[in-house]
């Protein structure tokens, strides 16, 4: 099978399924290809797309579960400093 046939394969594979959970990992693993560095942390280290959507998804889940700090709240904090 040549490269063009196993894509089409794939792709068709990928339309018809019904598992998120496939898909996801699928993603993931593309997105490991192509672990290009696209930034830097302010600490001078790599920012790689995975690594980048992975503190992404960390965030929202935080966001979504609550797990923030309110502008008000870090104010009052600092002036205990």
């Given at each position: 099978?040549d ?18 959970s496939?898909l996801?990992k ?19 280290e790599p ?5 980048l959507?992975?503190?992404?998804e960390r ?6 579960t ?7 709240d870090l104010a009052k ?5």
């Open positions: 099978m490269i063009q046939a196993t894509k089409l394969e794939l792709i068709q594979y990928l339309l018809n399924t019904q598992k998120e496939l996801l699928v993603r993931e693993l593309v997105l490991m290809e192509s672990d290009e560095i696209v930034g830097f942390t302010a600490k001078g920012l790689t797309v995975l690594s959507n992975t503190k992404l965030a929202e889940e935080d966001y979504r609550g797990r923030v700090t309110t502008d008000e904090e600092i002036e205990n400093w």
